[in-house]
């Protein structure tokens, strides 16, 4: 990192990508056990869905065994989900994006702060990427990820305040540690209050749910890491993208049907995580072209 020389830069930029392979393997087991309720995610080791067979360490290898296997259990020969692979490959690449920013990111910045930043991020992925396809599997966004995620946010803002620190509240707060505090909760509290005025101003217009309560503890936890500001546009964003979705569902289909809404605040939290600055610079040059066409239409 800001210490490293350039071959333990490239060592530790290959180990997040692997790291991503073998959490992302994790995050199969959280995806399946999570909204099932039959069985820790700690134990019993890994099997076959459709013969029930514990699967051998070299058999459960992330991405290479599947591979290996065609696709298939190497016992009754039944196809495993492609599902799986595709987690593995999504969290790698996303560790790999993230380890690239730890180390040439923040290059002027100590070394634990670019590996607190990272391992803050590699959670908050991790916790993005199982909370996606349960919600797309079983239309729920699971407790034991938002609460939990609500908490871990606060206390990673209080132990690492520069994950907060353009934040207004800090020109009001001089303490650094209380101030990324008081700004992770305040991001929660706009997160999760935006979401359910939404849902109960749909309920009353719709006159059914528009919103679950899931979505709300969701984004009270985007907001505890992102702050108000960005989870406020993790809203605008997960919204636009909704909305090309749906209109391109109805075209293609006639139908709408049930839409779920957290993959698409994945999306949001992902885009703003990893590109504030570009998300920033896009919506200053649209705020300009808009005032440009307002003042011109005036005169």
């Keep these: 990192m800001g210490f490293m020389d350039p071959r333990q830069q490239t060592v530790f930029f290959v180990f997040s990508g692997l790291l991503g392979l073998v959490v992302g393997s994790f995050l199969n087991v959280c995806i399946f056990r999570l909204p099932r309720n039959c069985m820790s995610i700690v134990k019993p080791r890994s099997r076959c869905p459709k013969c029930l067979t514990w699967i051998a360490w ?8 599947w591979t290996i296997l065609g696709g298939k259990c190497r016992h009754c020969k039944n196809p495993i989900s492609v ?81 907060h620190q353009t934040d207004l509240v800090h020109s009001v707060i001089r303490q650094p540690n209380f101030a ?8 929660a509290l706009v997160g999760g209050g935006s979401i359910y ?12 749910e ?34 090309v979705y749906g209109i391109g569902k109805k075209i293609v289909t006639r139908e709408m049907g049930y839409v779920p809404f957290g993959p698409f605040l994945s999306v949001g939290a992902l885009t703003m995580l990893f590109f504030t600055p570009e998300v920033n610079r896009l919506l200053e040059a649209y ?13």
């Design 197 to 208: 005025l939404v849902g109960a101003l749909g309920k009353l217009v719709f006159r059914k």
């Design 83 to 163: 599902r799986y692979t595709l987690v593995e490959l999504l969290t790698g690449v996303l560790f790999l994006y993230a380890g690239w920013r730890a180390i040439y990111g923040w290059e002027s910045t100590p070394g634990w702060r670019q590996g607190a930043q990272f391992a803050i991020e590699a959670w908050f992925v991790s916790a993005l990427i199982v909370s996606t396809f349960i919600d797309l599997e079983f239309r729920i966004l699971p407790d034991e990820i938002t609460l939990s995620g609500v908490i871990i946010g606060l206390a990673a803002s209080a132990a690492c305040p520069f994950l």
């Design 180 to 187: 990324a505090l008081t700004a992770s909760a305040l991001g």
């Design 58 to 65: 070299y058999d459960n290898l992330p991405v290479v065994s």
């Design 210 to 243: 528009a919103m679950g309560f899931g979505d709300v503890k969701y984004m009270a936890m985007v907001g505890a890491v992102l702050g108000w500001r960005g989870v406020l546009l993790t809203f605008m964003i997960a919204c636009l993208w909704g909305s």
């Design 287 to 299: 705020l300009d072209w808009n005032h440009r066409v307002i003042g011109g239409l005036v005169r």
